[in-house]
Antibody, heavy 114, light 113 residues
Framework: QVQLKESGPGLVQPSQTLSLTCTVS????????VHWVRQPPGKGLEWMGR???????SYNSALKSRLSISRDTSKNQVFLKMNSLQTDDTGTYYC????????WGQGVMVTVSS | DIVMTQSPFSLAVSEGEMVTINCKSS????????????LAWYQQKPGQSPKLLIY???TRQSGVPDRFIGSGSGTDFTLTISDVQAEDLADYYC?????????FGSGTKLEIK
């Protein structure tokens, strides 16, 4: 069955780089787009960017200068890297499959703090 | 960027009542190519990931109870929940995926009296 699972460090220091991995199963990264969405504690959802099935990427313009999304199709993984982290980057980060976002990972909580 | 204005911020109803949640987009979400509205609704229960309820504005995702109804076209959309159940306690979000960057509504918190 379709599954997505995010992994990464729970704590990142301010100004450092966040690296997250989304490992998928039950579908191919060369057939579906995978997106990243984040949610600050107690707040709403924010679309961050996407990895297209053909390897193309799109980013939220508000994050574009700090954000990079890549993939390794042999490992069924999509990666998110975001630099210059600040405290307002604290939140839960989700990866989701773009078929109207029908499947989501469980999310990974990231805290930016010294 | 397309702005999604969602209302109300919160509402509290008793079981068995009906609720409506609205989303208004700053641009039309209707594709002239396939006549589909690129608007989806999600339910997020406390401590859980969002769950797809409705896509293309009015198509119910498989397994979603038929008391969840999506309607609207162009720039104005509504999620109606009839016969609200205690299990419907959640936050609800609309999403436009007509153009990048995709944007979510600000969310509606549904409480059960």
């Amino acid at each position: 069955q379709v599954q997505l699972k995010e992994s990464g460090p729970g704590l990142v220091q301010p100004s450092q780089t966040l690296s997250l991995t989304c490992t998928v199963s039950g579908f191919s990264l060369t057939s579906y787009n995978v997106h990243w969405v984040r949610q600050p504690p107690g707040k709403g959802l924010e679309w961050m960017g996407r990895m297209r099935y053909n390897g193309d990427t799109s980013y939220n313009s508000a994050l574009k200068s700090r954000l990079s999304i890549s993939r390794d199709t042999s490992k069924n993984q999509v990666f998110l890297k975001m630099n210059s982290l600040q405290t307002d980057d604290t939140g839960t980060y989700y990866c989701t499959r773009y078929n109207n976002f029908d499947y989501w990972g469980q999310g990974v909580m990231v805290t930016v703090s010294s | 960027d397309i702005v999604m204005t969602q209302s109300p911020f919160s509402l509290a109803v008793s079981e068995g009542e009906m609720v409506t949640i609205n989303c208004k987009s700053s641009q039309s979400l209707l594709s002239s190519g396939n006549q589909k509205n690129y608007l989806a609704w999600y339910q997020q229960k406390p401590g859980q990931s969002p769950k797809l309820l409705i896509y293309y504005a009015s198509t119910r995702q498989s397994g979603v109870p038929d008391r969840f109804i999506g309607s609207g076209s162009g720039t104005d959309f509504t999620l109606t929940i009839s016969d609200v159940q205690a299990e419907d306690l959640a936050d609800y979000y609309c999403l436009q995926h007509y153009s990048y960057p995709f944007t979510f509504g600000s969310g509606t918190k549904l409480e059960i009296k």
